[in-house]
Nanobody
Framework: QLQASGGGLVQAGGSLRLSCAAS????????MGWFRQVPGKRRELVAT????????YYEDSVKGRFTISRDNAKNTVYLQMNSLKPEDTAVYYC????????????????WGQGTLVTVSS
């Protein structure tokens, strides 16, 4: 199970850190990812990270502003979001799977419940 938290309301230019805590699994075996979704639009991949944390991927619009990280000892993955823009407003979801392609394609076996990020202008 994945439990996402850390969303909230922030002004443009501000920062938030999302957390996703995993339970009931060997966390370090799983690729992790963050997606976001705006009502009426498809869920969009934001970032991914390999099991060791050595390799990451970022969607172009968040490169240089968002950072994905993980703490395998705490079974937690983070998404540090800086320089937030109104267009970052969405529900953010974490996902995990033993297959990187599954994570990238949004077909991960586990999903968090989503946490709402609202960026005001």
């Amino acid at each position: 199970q994945l439990q996402a938290s850390g969303g909230g309301l922030v002004q443009a230019g501000g920062s938030l850190r999302l957390s996703c805590a995993a339970s009931g699994r060997t966390f370090s075996n799983y690729y992790m990812g963050w997606f976001r979704q705006v009502p009426g639009k498809r869920r969009e991949l934001v970032a991914t990270m390999t099991q060791s944390g050595s390799t990451t991927y970022y969607e172009d619009s968040v490169k240089g502003r968002f950072t994905i990280s993980r703490d395998n000892a705490k079974n937690t993955v983070y998404l540090q979001m800086n320089s937030l823009k109104p267009e970052d407003t969405a529900v953010y979801y974490c996902t995990a799977d033993s297959s990187l392609s599954a994570v990238i394609l949004g077909r991960g076996g586990s999903w968090g419940q989503g946490t709402l990020v609202t960026v005001s202008s």
